[in-house]
């Protein structure tokens, strides 16, 4: 089978965008059956101190020296699209055998999809998606392995309709623009809070996903809009910057407004204990466990689906307390 899809998939063509491999893949690539594998992870750049991006990154390099394979993994230093590009082609010309990417958004680094694809390297999405109308999945990239960002958006919306009884003036701190989870958790929180006769959304705008730029929102738009109740988070680190802005404009986490977010760092879920946020929807950033067998799976013949989804949870007060030790 692996001798197939080899022949089916790679041909010389000597009018192909030039790669560092002699052959080129026109179809998926196969990825031959080893007891050890290199492969090169492209993690997208966030500043550090990203409890959930550190989790993320550390789950594939214990994974990977867990089963003895080697981590091609460089952090990079800047978020700049050019830079997450010229990332992946460092990883194409060291010829590794597959390729973990986290995309920054979904249209810029889908090319770089389709660049690996050519160079015969099988590609997997984590966490993030890329822009499937570029890097089309199953030809391009085996499968994108992450979370479901629109049902974490419904479900902080169930939780917050069933906390104020369907009435809220709501604030939302968005993440990085046109990013997938940013705009799937928007979409899914929005549906639903749309449905809401008593709920409306008053303003929209983006915290990039960093606690600072949160921070910074926040304190421009609570004073701008006295009437909210309510500030949703895309994520936990932005909710963080939330409460400090809130504590610097003289109001009180949890009392004078309700904040809902999602991700589950253990600063979050002890801000529930604390009572300063209502609830967290779970976003699992421990990846590495479920790609690499995913990997083998592939490698071994097995059909894999093109996604592939974490289950997530709801904390509020009622389990936070019990989650507390393995939050990240």
Known sequence: MILALW?????????AP?????????????????????????QLWEPPGNPWRETNTASFQDEAAARGWTLVYDPGTNGDSGAAVARVQAL????????????????????????????????????????????IPGIDYVSNIG?????????????????????????????TVGSSPAVLRKQGFDARI???PGMSILVSQSGDFVQQKGHDVALQLIPAYPTATVIFSHNDAMSMGV?????????VPGRDLLIVSIDGIRAATQAIIDGKIGEVTECNPKFGPIVFDTMVKYA????????????????DSTNAATYLPESY
């Not at 030039?18 to 090169?40: D, H, I």
């Open 194 to 196: 749309a449905a809401q």
């Open 300 to 315: 071994n013949g097995e059909t894999i689906p093109l996604e592939l989804k974490n289950v997530d949870r709801v904390f």
């Open 7 to 15: 022949a089916a998939g790679c041909s010389s063509d000597a009018g």
């Open 243 to 251: 409460i400090q802005a809130m504590t610097e404009l003289g109001k």
């Open 147 to 175: 979370s479901d960002f629109r049902k974490e958006g419904e479900s902080t919306a169930d939780w917050l309709i069933a906390k104020t009884g369907g009435q809220a003036k709501i604030i939302e701190i968005e993440g």
């Open 18 to 42: 030039v790669t560092t491999n002699a052959v080129v893949c026109n179809a998926l690539p196969p990825l031959a059956p080893k007891a050890t594998y290199t492969v090169g992870f492209s």
């Open 92 to 135: 194409i010309d060291a010829k590794v055998d597959a390729i973990v990417l986290a995309p920054h958004d979904e249209t810029t680094i889908a090319p770089s999809v389709v660049a690996a694809r050519k160079a015969c390297i099988p590609v997997f999405i984590e966490d993030r998606s890329v822009d499937t109308t570029i890097a």
